[in-house]
């Protein structure tokens, strides 16, 4: 399973652009990567996915790099409510549907 | 359309009592899952069901059992709770097409 590193935190200035980083340098060429933020006591929320090409929703953008080995999130103008822990996933090949949390990051959004 | 709904939202209990959780999902979904989240970490797999009928082991399966009778609800059982089992206890739907969950608004279970 392809495994990943994120910053255990990071903050930003609301209204600014955050950047949450992610490596996952040995994620093999079918593995997709997952983004879920969890805010404090609620239940993870799904945010965005892609394999190769750069995604955007409503929520966020997903930039990743030719070489798969990192992605980066992007929320465009970061709000207080977007303060949260910040998971980057890559869908494990063999493990039928199931998601691996890891530590996340999180991103302290600041007035 | 409520999404993932968790019965019961807090309990308590004693070192080898029982007791059940339900998850009800109204979005028609296949798979559901079980996670659990200990104090400071990330999310644990627990069990999972791919259908009606069907549950599989996650990664921390020990000491819990769940069924799926009904596709909208997957239940999750301790039969003697331990202290260990301590934790915020989240249940997730999702059509198996894509790894995009929803989660439900967890259960916070406390075993003395």
């Known amino acids: 399973d392809a495994k990943t590193t994120q910053p255990t935190s990071m903050d930003c200035a609301e209204g600014r652009a955050a950047n949450l980083p992610c490596n996952h340098s040995t994620i093999s060429g079918n593995e997709y990567v997952y983004w879920y933020r969890q805010i404090h006591s609620q239940g993870p929320q799904y945010i965005i996915h892609g394999l190769k090409n750069n995604e955007t929703n409503e929520m966020a953008s997903l930039i990743i790099t030719e070489d798969r080995k990192s992605s980066t999130l992007i929320l465009p103008h970061a709000t207080l409510r977007d303060t949260a822990v910040y998971y980057c996933?890559?869908?494990?090949?063999?493990?039928?549907?199931?998601?691996?949390f890891g530590g996340g990051t999180r991103l302290m959004v600041k007035p | 359309n409520a999404g993932v709904t968790q019965t019961p939202k807090f309990r308590v209990l004693k070192t080898g009592q029982s007791m059940t959780l339900l998850c009800a999902q109204d979005?028609?979904?296949?798979?559901m899952y079980w996670y659990r989240q200990d104090p400071g970490m990330g999310l644990r797999l627990i069990h999972y069901s791919v259908g009606e009928g069907t549950t599989a082991k996650g990664e921390v399966p020990d000491g819990y059992n769940v069924s799926r009778l009904k596709k909208q609800n997957f239940l999750l059982g301790l039969e003697s709770a331990a202290p260990s089992q301590t934790s915020v206890y989240f249940c997730a739907s999702g059509s198996g097409v894509t790894y995009e969950q929803y989660f439900g608004p967890g259960t916070r279970l406390t075993v003395t």
């Open positions: 979005m028609n979904h296949e798979y």
């Open positions: 996933i890559v869908r494990p090949d063999n493990a039928g549907n199931m998601l691996t």
